[in-house]
């Protein structure tokens, strides 16, 4: 019996393992987002991954100079005036030898989309995400923490 239960115990724990390296080689999961200015946590982004491709959607607002639910008054197009939470911000990056590129990323409080480069940190637990204008040079980066 006793045996039997150290077994139990070692294939949960290699399963857990095998899970939290899994997770922590992608992107795929739930991310709050840090401000690059004010280090304060603004929201919640799901990201998720489809043929290889990424794409992050906003879940939940922790912080906004327009309360707990804000629109997106200065999008443009489709998001003009639509909630933050739900929205897709991250799109069509793709993977190229472990760093996601090619895609774009929406700044819902100014309105404005920029080139986007995202990279795994500190095994996983942190994602480098770079906001750009034309060439990776030029930009901003926050470091989001992983929550799932």
């Not at 039997?4 to 899994?22: D, E, H, M, W």
């Not at 990424?54 to 607002?61: A, D, E, R, S």
């Not at 200065?74 to 895609?103: F, L, S, Y």
Request: charged share 20%; net charge positive; proline share 4%.
């Amino acid at each position: 019996m006793r045996n039997l239960l150290r077994g139990g115990l070692v294939a949960a724990c290699l399963f857990v393992a095998s899970y939290a390296f899994a997770a922590s080689d992608s992107p795929v999961g739930v991310w709050k987002t840090i401000d690059d200015v004010t280090g304060k946590p603004k929201s919640l982004v799901e990201i998720t991954e489809h043929n290889g491709v990424l794409q992050g959607k906003v879940l939940q607002v922790l912080q906004s100079d327009q309360g707990p639910h804000p629109i997106c008054d200065k999008c443009a197009g489709e998001r003009h005036n639509k909630p933050v939470e739900g929205m897709t911000i991250i799109w069509d990056m793709q993977n190229d030898d472990g760093v996601w590129t090619g895609g774009h990323i929406l700044d819902p409080k100014n309105g404005k989309t920029y080139g986007c480069k995202i990279t795994l940190i500190e095994n996983g637990a942190k994602l480098k995400v770079r906001g750009f204008i034309g060439f990776a040079l030029i930009g901003r980066t926050q470091v989001w923490e992983r929550q799932q």
